[in-house]
């Protein structure tokens, strides 16, 4: 099975798209996942979070994908497909045709179609990937002394002084994103906010 979280979409990257049409695509739901799942493990992506327009954490169930019953109400259907790999962040949003299942069927086929780019050995440096690079998510004006002391509150350690090394900090990071992982039990705010104090004091 798929191991992604969905997750509420709270804003769109970008313009949305014009004119939205119906997909010509054949393959069932189950197909497009199986898919999503092949493509994802060649890039060795982790952290997958799939989000999803009119998507609400009441509609997700306790193991972070959409309850049976739901469906869209309306309006938008994008798709963000994120994740972490060996390429580096990527984010790759659809919002072209009008059925979320068949915008999250694009990501997996242009995911599929950018891997092979790489078939006749003409991009060398993943070149093709670049354009999706994920975008840092921002500090939001946090010191480093808040970063610190944000640290510092997750763990019984000791105090992390000014001059704790970026690698002692990078390193009590990864473990509390472990420990604080959404597949965990974690919060997906607290998972983020980790990352951006790890930005702040190892930049």
Not at 62 to 70: I, M, R
Not at 124 to 137: D, F, K, M, V
Request: glycine share 8%.
């Amino acid at each position: 099975m798929l191991n992604a979280q969905f997750r509420p979409l709270d804003h769109w990257p970008g313009e949305r798209s014009k004119g939205r049409k119906i997909a010509q695509f054949r393959a069932t739901y189950p197909k497009t996942l199986d898919l999503l799942e092949y493509e994802l493990a060649k890039l060795q992506a982790r952290d997958v979070i799939i989000q999803v327009d009119n998507l609400t954490t009441n509609d997700i169930r306790n193991d972070g994908w959409p309850k049976g019953s739901w469906s869209p109400r309306g309006g938008n259907q994008g798709v963000v497909v994120s994740f972490e790999s060996p390429k580096g962040a990527m984010s790759f949003p659809c919002d072209r045709y009008t059925e979320w299942q068949d915008n999250l069927r694009a990501i997996a086929l242009s995911l599929e179609a950018l891997r092979t780019v790489d078939r006749y050995g003409v991009t060398r440096g993943n070149e093709q990937y670049r354009g999706w690079a994920r975008l840092e998510a921002p500090n939001n004006g946090m010191t480093r002394e808040q970063a610190r002391s944000f640290l510092q509150s997750l763990t019984d350690g000791a105090p992390l002084g000014p001059n704790t090394t970026p690698e002692l900090i990078a390193e009590l990071c990864r473990a509390l994103k472990i420990k604080n992982h959404p597949d965990r039990g974690g919060s997906h705010e607290l998972f983020v906010k980790i990352g951006q104090a790890e930005r702040v004091l190892c930049g």
